[in-house]
């Protein structure tokens, strides 16, 4: 029996802040992670105009350029196989949130999974955050992204408000109502009755 041959290790990958010339390759991941999200959910997460990645490489070019963001690429034998997106976003009254760092985008290729660079990417965009002053870190992900749910979680993070989307019937057309212990039926929506805004209540200012 010829012995096993030994697998050859991975090489790890080096993360580092992105440079200008890394952009064309973060706005294919980028593009890749918005087409994820809509394949996910497309009733909630719209799919920019193709193509993306021009769009994507602006954005992220620009924001590479704040004071306010963190942009991080990983890079593996020359080839960027991820990528991490964040930044600092003040109070939040709507959402009751205090100053946090915000986890926007976290990318890793499929050949560059399982062997803990999600992770990586996630605590060096932690430590840039708080280096900016950042006293937590906030990030949103996907009901239907199970993996990176558990890879989150496994980094200390937990739920604290949970997203909910009901899709409503375009005008004109009919809804489902349906009341406790009926079946459902069909009532017609008004053709044009304005709805009157409910009265916010004043907020102290921030």
Known sequence: MAPARPR?????????????????????????LARLHHDLDPDRFFLPDEPIEPAYAWWLGKERASRRAVVLAAERRGR?????????????????????????????????????LGA????????????????RVVLHVAARNERARRVFAGLGFR??????????????????????????????APAATPVRPRARRASPRP
């Open 8 to 32: 050859t290790a991975r090489a790890a990958a080096t993360i580092r802040e992105a440079r200008p010339d890394d952009l064309p390759a973060l706005a294919r991941l980028g593009a890749r």
């Open 80 to 116: 960027i196989v991820g990528y991490a997106y964040g930044r600092i976003e003040p109070r939040d009254w709507n959402t009751l949130r205090e100053r946090s760092g915000v986890g926007v985008d976290l990318w890793v290729e499929p050949a560059a999974r399982r062997a803990g």
């Open 120 to 135: 990586r990417l996630v605590e060096v965009l932690v430590e840039k955050l708080a280096e900016r002053g950042a006293p």
């Open 159 to 188: 739920e604290t408000v949970v997203e909910m989307a009901r899709e409503l019937a375009p005008p004109g057309r009919g809804r489902a109502v349906t009341a406790p212990g009926k079946r459902a039926r069909t009532a017609a």
